[in-house]
């Protein structure tokens, strides 16, 4: 009995659920964009640039949609949730941080403000999966996050793009080194992202 068990218990670990694909596919839109901000280093074509921004939303959409599916069809699992840490790592931690480097934040101190904002998801992530059920209620779910969700990085990518199509990433040089001020917004964001201190309500 014991046995037949482990095997049930196993199994709803490793099956896949309906959210489970809208979570790949947001995995999915994150490597092609990093692989279309490749593509513009190549290239030179803006174009480039531009789908890679438009997968990182498509990405956040099919963020939005896993957990909207997952609550609908009370289909919650360990799998899924390490699953959507690993695709939200790849679509709101190393997309946005490739784009941000394709398009010109290319100097040493961009490249550590951008390694830095990215290892801040990563860690916010690895976080909240290992205190999920410390965090969650009577329900079984989490009431809140601690610091801002990784797709928030949403954010400061649009920011970065904007100043991109203006034409100006705004490099500026203190005691020699020099650094492009929209960097400052990712590295506001990973600071956010592990911040204990501050509480976010769980939809």
């Known amino acids: 009995m014991a046995d037949r068990q482990s095997i049930r218990h196993f199994s709803m670990i490793r ?23 490749m593509k513009y280093l190549v290239t030179a074509d803006e174009r480039r640039v531009w789908i890679a921004g438009a997968l990182v939303a498509a990405a956040f ?22 699953l959507d840490s690993l695709a939200d790592v790849i679509s709101f931690g190393v ?9 010109g934040m290319d100097r040493a101190l961009d ?28 329900s079984g779910r989490v009431k809140y ?6 797709p928030t990085s949403v954010v400061p990518l649009a920011l970065a793009l904007a100043a991109f199509h203006r034409g100006d990433l705004y490099p500026v040089t ?6 492009h001020l929209p960097v400052l ?7 956010l992202m592990i911040s204990k201190t501050l509480r976010i309500p769980k939809p």
């Open 61 to 82: 959409v099919f963020d939005v949609l896993d957990g909207t599916v997952a609550r609908w069809r009370h289909s919650a699992s360990a799998l899924g949730r390490e």
């Open 15 to 37: 099956d896949f659920h309906l959210a489970d694909f809208f979570t790949l596919a947001n995995g999915l839109c994150g490597i092609a964009a990093i692989l279309e901000a």
């Open 95 to 103: 997309a946005p941080a490739a784009i941000a480097f394709a398009i």
């Open 145 to 150: 996050f601690e610091g801002t969700p990784i």
């Open 174 to 179: 203190v005691l020699g080194a020099t650094f």
């Open 185 to 191: 917004l990712f590295f506001v964001s990973g600071c």
């Open 111 to 138: 490249q550590a403000v951008l390694i830095f904002f990215a290892l801040c998801g990563l860690s916010r992530l690895a976080r909240f999966n290992v205190t999920a059920e410390a965090l969650s209620g009577p």
